[in-house]
């Protein structure tokens, strides 16, 4: 399996053992993470946008309106992004408050956007992240027409300077804890999809899609 | 109940309904989320680093090792950061591609780090991170000694600069498409806390706590 290339910026330098540039293990991440945090510099102050986004092949697709004033410019000015997304895994409880943790798999991207203009590729990355949000739901749904195709920009961040960082398993106490009467262990966090609740305003008579049971 | 005033980098421009400025709503979120992702310029350009945190009073805080180069960086040089949480409450299926959404409640945070020097601070800071992670830990687990608190470093960011954004609710379609037989409505999310699992290396008799069952 191949690995991305470590640089100057994606080199880990705390708990580096925790640091991986696998491309298999980032893409993992990126697929199962829902949203990303994107990070610019705008007049030397940085900037964050919470927003959602889907990975195909080697890039990572973000959405959003034509009028988004900082789409525009991203995609304009070719302005250095970090992106990064984080799974919470786990609470870590040592005997120690100081070995207390978290078991995490984030990853952290470097990359600028590029303005996508093929109308294969921007379908393709609409349904992707439609389908990534729910499974099944693309072709349920009625698609985008012309006006609203053109009210939707579609970034393209190629993947090449990224890293992962992962922690997993059991608390780690220093030797002399371990004989103390305090227990230990990991609280697993999951994100769970709830049951899906019906629009009040759903059409009487359109049943619950097989893919949302 | 009271708001935060709003400025030039927290007024909400893209579906400006969505944002508040309010205090407790903005609470409310930094105290549910489990990790926030930290930004900052270096030679102007973007990073991110994804963190726990807590807030207290009007402040939240971070800790890290005393080691860590880009901690000490923001305490000493006073760089501006940039703040984000997010929690995610539902993916919204509307009838249409385009009107698809998620409910959502996100925090940014425009700030500069102190470095918190008072031992008392230090203290609160710490126990209120560990109880926030995992309410009741605090006072069953061995405190820190005086080199695991030489080792940490916390530093405060006052809440002032800061708003929130909020979806809720039912998918909003255009008026044509609520005819469609098409299912609409929202897929709740739910970060949920499984049963604790115990370290294999635990001390033979030690019970589970009542606040993990």
């Known amino acids: 399996m191949s690995s991305f290339k470590q640089t100057d ?35 030397n102050e940085p900037f964050q946008i919470p927003t959602g986004f889907c990975r195909i092949d080697n890039k990572l697709y973000l ?50 956007a590029e303005l996508v203009t093929d109308e294969k590729e921007l379908y393709k990355a609409l349904e992707v992240f439609t389908n990534k949000m729910q499974p099944g739901r693309w072709d349920d749904i009625r698609q985008p027409n012309e006006s609203e195709w053109k009210k939707t920009m579609v970034l393209a961040f190629p993947i090449e300077e990224v890293s992962a960082k992962i922690r997993t398993g059991d608390p780690k106490d220093d030797e002399e804890d ?23 305003a759903l059409k009487p008579g359109v049943e619950l899609p097989d893919y949302l049971k």
Chains 1, 2 share one sequence.
């Open 178 to 200: 371990y004989d103390l009467n305090i227990w230990a262990g990991v609280v697993p966090l999951k994100t769970v999809r709830m049951p899906a609740e019906k629009d009040p």
């Open 63 to 112: 959405h959003g309106s034509v009028g988004s004033f900082y789409m525009r410019e991203l995609a304009e000015k070719k302005i250095p992004v970090c992106i990064s997304v984080t799974l919470m895994d786990g609470v870590v409880l040592a005997r120690s408050a100081f070995h207390h943790s978290v078991n995490y798999r984030s990853v952290v991207l470097f990359s600028k």
């Open 9 to 43: 910026k994606t080199s880990i330098t705390r708990l580096s053992k925790r640091g991986t540039y696998d491309q298999h293990t980032i893409y993992s991440i990126l697929d199962e993470a829902l949203f990303c945090t994107l990070a610019y510099v705008q007049n």
